[in-house]
């Protein structure tokens, strides 16, 4: 139910948003810069959803290759989840963060940019458990894992986006907003 308000939230945002842009010119070029906010869904164990934040510098086009560009993204984001039953209970809270290299395509249409990207994350990983034989941490295991992602922003104005990606990392399909800083 919270993660339908908030998804309700984001496309409510993203309406109101779009309605008040009449023209878009193109928004992605060799040095744009932004930031977003996304929730992520499926893939998160019991967590019901993960919160994180985007961040991409695009830094060179590649004539060779369709005209594209290539960017270098960041992404950060947590989820938790615990369980209890008779006796014993367990929590788990994960935090997920990573790099990618992105190939943004070319296209005529302006207002959409599709992605996709390569790269490395590092997953720390924190689980507890209380109950029969007492307490304990019964797991810090962390891991590098690697990061295949495909993805996509719709501009609503020059400088704020819808923002989709999915692939490897906290979820498998996270939702959100960019905000333009260069």
């Known amino acids: 139910m919270m993660l339908r308000k908030i998804v309700g939230s984001v496309a409510v945002a993203a309406v109101v948003v779009a309605?008040?842009?009449?023209?878009?010119?193109?928004?992605v070029s060799k040095g744009y810069t932004d930031v977003g906010a996304v929730v992520g869904i499926g893939n998160l164990g019991s967590a019901?959803?993960?919160?994180?934040?985007?961040?991409?510098?695009?830094?060179?086009?590649?004539?060779?290759?369709?005209?594209?560009?290539l960017g270098i993204g960041v992404s950060a984001d947590y989820y938790s989840?615990?369980?209890?039953?008779?006796?014993?209970?367990?929590?788990?809270k994960y935090i997920p963060i990573g790099a990618t290299v992105n190939y943004h395509f070319k296209l005529e249409?302006?207002?959409?940019?599709?992605?996709?990207?390569?790269?490395?994350?590092?997953?720390?990983?924190?689980?507890?458990?209380?109950?029969?034989?007492?307490?304990?941490?019964?797991?810090?295991?962390?891991?590098?894992?690697?990061?295949?992602?495909?993805?996509?922003?719709?501009?609503?104005?020059?400088?704020?986006?819808?923002?989709a990606d999915v692939g490897a990392g906290a979820a498998t399909l996270n939702l959100g907003v960019t905000f333009k800083l260069k």
């Open 81 to 92: 989840y615990s369980n209890g039953y008779t006796g014993y209970n367990y929590s788990f």
């Open 48 to 69: 019901s959803a993960s919160f994180g934040g985007r961040f991409e510098h695009i830094f060179k086009v590649l004539p060779d290759l369709g005209g594209g560009l």
């Open 109 to 163: 249409n302006k207002k959409f940019d599709p992605f996709i990207g390569a790269g490395l994350g590092y997953q720390i990983i924190n689980c507890s458990y209380s109950g029969v034989g007492g307490s304990t941490n019964f797991c810090g295991n962390s891991a590098i894992y690697f990061i295949g992602r495909a993805g996509g922003r719709y501009f609503f104005t020059p400088s704020v986006a819808a923002y």
């Open 19 to 27: 309605g008040s842009a009449a023209q878009v010119s193109a928004q």
